[in-house]
């Protein structure tokens, strides 16, 4: 039958065929829509279940951290969740560093001197989770002590009453390096560090430097030689773990509070700050090498510790610093090298051009290094790539023969000049004779990489005057 439209009428079938044509029809669509559902589950359990198992495999192991501070502080409390870290630290291999390398300075002609260059961190939290579980092995030297003198006798070889005017031969019997030890490291007048020994502080300040028991990030200014700067970038969780403490004399602590405020805990911002009494030396220079190379004996429960010169400003979290110039190398000691000059005696001529000290003791002491046979840096000494430090960071595990090595630095300082960069290579090369030791010397760019260098403030006032009246005819 033909309808008007041209379709064709549908013939009605009554009884068991059409039943059977409305079954088979009805059947035929609950397979294709549940065919359709079933693929559709598989096509999303296939899209998200990887994903799930990424996401909560990352979380819990690998370098991608989710996991919020204040749980992996929780996370790490115990010895045990300690141990549990280190574990899922060891899953995370290769090092996400691993394949970094460093691009060659930009070509700009305009811009020739020091500059920073890329350095690859891990996250706060995961360079945390980097940190060894135990203290740093210490070869051959396991048990470090301070020599006390009662009676204090000055020889014609130098030195001063606050180091205690150890002689020659004490000073080349310390480099005989055995298990356990006894040299000077300033502090001879008493046991207690800075308690009536030069260089001394509170009750309160010793207390407070005997409560940090991880990691201590140090700095000082003497003589007003410049102004406090804040640590930029730290995170939450650091500014709970490690300790700032900057050491200052009188006359700088009259310039901060005329400046800023000192809370009720002697705070400035994150700094802890120290005011020295009876300070050891005329010098506020050499004053200033008492924290920075003896630091441990007034943090005796510390494990690491970050040393910055007055005049930077550290814009990285100490954390990140001690994961990729210590615990990645797995080195005890780490000082960026000095940006031009590798040789100690170049290092002496440039000293004495800019009149960095008295040019007669900068000759002695080098004439005194050479004859016990320092010679000019060449590609000679590799893989010892320096001999000359850009000595105004140091960072380090507070070990037993780190101690060691900054105690006998200082030694030098002391004896002669505080021209740090000019007994560095002596003392490391000494020790590293006797004993399976030696610091990481990183790349000066990558020093400046995590610090700004500012102006001392005497040349910031030179900079701020006007220029003098012309004197020449109009």
């Keep these: 039958m033909t309808l008007p439209s041209g379709r064709t009428k549908p013939v009605r079938r009554s009884g068991a065929a059409g039943l059977f044509v409305v079954v088979v029809k009805d059947r035929a669509r609950c397979f294709r829509w549940l065919t359709l559902r079933a693929l559709l589950c598989l096509l999303l359990v296939a899209t998200f279940v990887p994903f799930f198992y990424t996401f909560f495999y ?108 150890p002689s020659l031969q004490q000073r080349n019997e310390y480099f005989d390096i055995k298990e356990s030890m006894t040299v000077h490291c300033g502090f001879v007048k008493g046991e207690i560090p800075g308690h009536n020994t030069g260089f001394d502080f509170d009750n309160v300040d010793r207390h407070e430097m005997e409560q940090c028991h991880g990691v201590v990030v140090a700095s000082a200014i003497f003589g007003n030689y410049d102004t406090i700067k804040q640590p ?58 008492v924290p920075k190379l003896l630091n441990h004996r007034f943090f005796p ?106 105690c006998l630095w200082f030694n030098e300082v002391d004896r002669f000049t505080p021209r740090d960069q000019l007994s560095f290579a002596t003392v490391r090369n000494k020790i590293m004779a006797r004993v399976d030791w030696s610091p990481h010397m990183f790349q000066d760019c990558e020093r400046r990489n995590f610090v700004n260098q500012a102006y001392h403030t005497d040349v910031m006032k030179e900079m701020a005057l006007p220029p003098p009246p012309s004197t020449g005819s109009d």
């Design 232 to 289: 930029k970038n730290i995170s939450e969780a650091t500014k709970r773990r490690a300790c700032f403490f900057m050491f200052v004399d009188e006359e700088t602590e009259a310039s901060i509070k005329n400046t800023t405020t000192l809370d009720n805990r002697r705070k400035v911002g994150l700094w802890r700050v120290v005011v020295i009494q009876n300070l050891p030396y005329a010098d506020p220079r050499r004053t200033g090498k």
């Design 58 to 165: 990352y979380s819990q192991a690998s370098e991608l951290v989710i996991t919020r501070p204040s749980m992996f502080e929780q996370r790490l409390s115990s010895r045990e969740d300690k141990v549990h870290a280190l574990t899922l630290r060891n899953i995370s291999t290769p090092h996400p560093c691993e394949g970094f390398v460093l691009p060659p300075p930009p070509a700009d002609k305009k811009r020739t001197g020091p500059r920073p260059c890329p350095v690859c961190y891990l996250p706060v939290e995961q360079a945390m989770a980097s940190m060894p579980t135990s203290p740093s092995l210490s070869p051959v030297l396991k048990r470090l002590n301070y020599a006390i003198e009662d009676n204090l006798v000055q020889n014609k070889s130098g030195g001063s009453a606050f180091g205690g005017y």
């Design 301 to 406: 429960n510390a494990q690491y510790s970050i040393w910055i010169d007055g005049k930077l400003e550290l814009v990285e979290d100490p954390y990140r610093l001690l994961e990729r110039f210590l615990w990645r190398v797995n080195k005890t000691f780490a000082i960026s090298k000095h940006y031009s000059r590798p040789d100690v005696f170049l290092e002496g001529e440039a000293n004495i051009k800019a009149k960095k000290y008295d040019n007669t003791s900068i000759y002695n002491q080098l004439e005194f290094y050479k004859s016990e046979g320092l010679t000019p840096y060449s590609q000679a000494k590799l893989p010892i790539e320096s001999d000359v430090p850009e000595g105004c960071v140091i960072i380090r595990a507070l070990t037993p023969i780190t101690n060691l090595f900054t």
